[in-house]
């Protein structure tokens, strides 16, 4: 069965620092996501991304945030400077009738 | 307004019994879908079953139902014979498709409700 991967599982940053969180959408999907869930809350929507450019994006996904897609497979999403309130679970999703999620990355910043 | 509500925090079911996770949602949309995902401990958001606004039957996984009220706004999903490994967190969530430019899709989620299964 066709699954949406990320990379890492678990990043630990230091505040200020840029990361990059790595997706592998599944292959023949069109709109791919990220979202994020902090420790104990729910899932929310940063941004969408269809024919290679930012669909949608939400309040939450501000100038500190970024998305790629570099090459035909992987869909990024960069955090220039991190602050502590980034810390969460980034997940990636990829769309065709049902949105499939990734395993997700943790992102802690310290 | 909340978009999606799950008002059950937590839930308690005996193994083997059946439980209603209920979700109640708002949307002027005519065109939409329900979904619910399941989150283990490790965190992963596993899909579980979808209901879109103009299936007239309800839709069924498994052991998954989902029971579609579309006159009331909500869909509650129940899941028969509980067994041990359905402990988790469960999230409601919904997709309105109201054309927006290049058209989005995202999902709004609800608060999740957390259920143990008692051996």
């Known amino acids: 069965e066709p699954e949406v991967t990320q990379t890492p599982s678990h990043q630990v940053t230091q505040m200020g620092q840029e990361v990059i969180l790595r997706c592998v959408p599944i292959s023949n999907h069109l709109y791919f996501y990220w979202y994020r869930q902090i420790l104990g809350q729910k899932v929310e929507f940063l941004v969408s991304?269809?024919?290679?450019?930012?669909?949608?994006k939400s309040e939450i996904f501000d100038d500190q945030f970024s998305v790629e897609r570099p090459d035909g497979s992987n869909f990024t999403l960069k955090i220039r400077s991190t602050k502590l309130e980034d810390s969460a679970m980034y997940f990636c999703a990829s769309y065709s009738n049902e949105q499939y999620f990734g395993p997700g990355t943790r992102l802690t910043v310290t | 307004a909340q978009k999606i509500t799950q008002t059950q925090p937590g839930m308690f079911v005996q193994e083997k019994e059946a439980v209603t996770l209920d979700c109640t949602y708002d949307t002027s949309d005519q065109s939409y879908g329900l979904f619910w995902y399941k989150q283990p401990s490790s965190g992963e958001m596993i899909f579980l079953i979808y209901q879109g606004s103009y299936d007239e039957q309800n839709a069924t996984e498994g052991r998954y139902s989902l029971n579609f009220q579309k006159a009331r706004k909500s869909a509650n999903l129940v899941i028969s014979a509980s067994q041990l490994g359905d402990s988790a967190m469960y999230f409601c969530?919904?997709?309105?498709?109201?054309?927006?430019?290049?058209?989005?899709?995202?999902?709004?989620f609800g608060k999740g409700t957390k259920l143990s299964v008692i051996p």
């Open positions: 969530a919904m997709r309105e498709d109201a054309y927006s430019g290049a058209g989005s899709y995202q999902l709004t």
């Open positions: 991304f269809y024919n290679n450019e930012i669909s949608e």
